[in-house]
């Protein structure tokens, strides 16, 4: 059998996102810097310490998730720790025509669940309606997959498609 390689997690897979909250401190910081220098006393001296710990908060919680993710899934993935199931796509189940919650699928039991609308996520996660891969019952599969404990769901790592 022959299979066409569809999507490969890439050995960074770093989410654009993260970086948001960082941007958002330094933008919230360097406000807070302009209104001391200026010694202007209103409520944003109050407020902006609070933002500021906030982004801060939300910042390392970014890097911690990072660090995490890159340790216990992509690491062990490009070391060759996973599992890997093939076989016939069962149970698919597309994302709900209102575009809210997940879309799922079987093979030999094995359950794969995912979002693109889920941003603490690392993994193939193109649903049907989107062009994705996996769009009905009967596609035949190799999966390479690890569980990822914090959000209690396989992720897959690389997906390939069975060629006939």
């Given at each position: ?6 999507y490969e997690?890439?050995a960074?897979?770093f ?16 406000l807070?810097y ?12 109050v407020?902006?310490p609070?933002?500021i710990a ?16 890159q340790?216990n899934?992509?690491k ?9 199931v ?7 189940k597309?994302?709900?025509s209102k ?6 699928f ?29 769009y ?29």
């Amino acid at each position: 059998m022959e299979y066409t390689t569809v999507y490969e997690i890439s050995a960074t897979a770093f989410p654009v996102y993260y970086i948001i909250p960082f941007v958002l401190l330094l933008v919230f910081a360097f406000l807070f810097y302009k209104l001391i220098k200026l010694k202007i006393k209103n409520s944003l001296c109050v407020i902006l310490p609070l933002v500021i710990a906030l982004m801060s908060f939300l910042s390392i919680a970014c890097v911690y998730d990072y660090i995490d993710t890159q340790n216990n899934i992509i690491k062990p993935y490009f070391d060759g720790e996973y599992k890997t199931v093939s076989g016939v796509v069962e149970n698919f189940k597309p994302l709900p025509s209102k575009g809210n919650g997940t879309e799922s699928f079987e093979v030999k039991g094995i359950e794969f669940e995912y979002s693109k609308s889920s941003i603490a996520y690392v993994g193939y996660n193109t649903e049907a309606s989107d062009g994705g891969y996996i769009y009905e019952n009967g596609q035949k599969v190799r999966i390479r997959y690890a569980y990822d404990k914090v959000y209690d769901r396989n992720l897959i790592l690389k997906l390939e498609i069975i060629n006939e």
